[in-house]
């Protein structure tokens, strides 16, 4: 069993930044595709970006496509996503998960959620 902590958020100004880390406990996530979702008020929960085992591919939501980058440093066990240029409307409760059924497309099933951080961006 994974554990994951989300850290890193709080409120910023539109077009500030802010860095988001999460850390996982219990076992090692190296080997394992990793995302970043969002539920922003009223709405549903989609992914933001991936992350291959590697840290070599990645995936974006087209609304952040340029704006975030998704990186992992596995010696740490942790996944991070730095957000710039932010807009008011990424506002939302960020989560982190495990791809537990990773398809030759990227990943399926995520899994293992952390409990999450709360992102506010005033305008």
């Known amino acids: 069993q994974v554990q994951l902590v989300e850290s890193g958020g709080g409120l910023v100004q539109a077009g500030g930044s802010l860095r988001l880390a999460c850390a996982a406990s219990?076992?090692?996530?190296?080997?394992?595709?990793m995302g970043w979702f969002r539920q922003g008020p009223g709405k549903e929960r989609e992914i933001v970006a991936g992350?291959?085992?590697?840290?070599?591919?990645?995936y974006y939501a087209d609304s952040v496509k340029g704006r975030f980058t998704i990186s992992r440093d596995n010696a740490k066990n942790t996944v991070y996503l730095q957000m710039n240029s932010l807009l008011p409307e990424d506002t939302a409760v960020y989560s982190c998960?495990?791809?537990?059924?990773?398809?030759?497309?990227?990943?399926?099933?995520?899994?293992?959620w952390g409990q999450g951080t709360q992102v506010t961006v005033s305008s």
């Open positions: 998960a495990v791809c537990t059924f990773a398809v030759a497309s990227g990943c399926s099933r995520y899994d293992y």
């Open positions: 219990g076992r090692t996530i190296s080997s394992y595709i």
């Open positions: 992350i291959n085992w590697r840290g070599v591919s990645t």
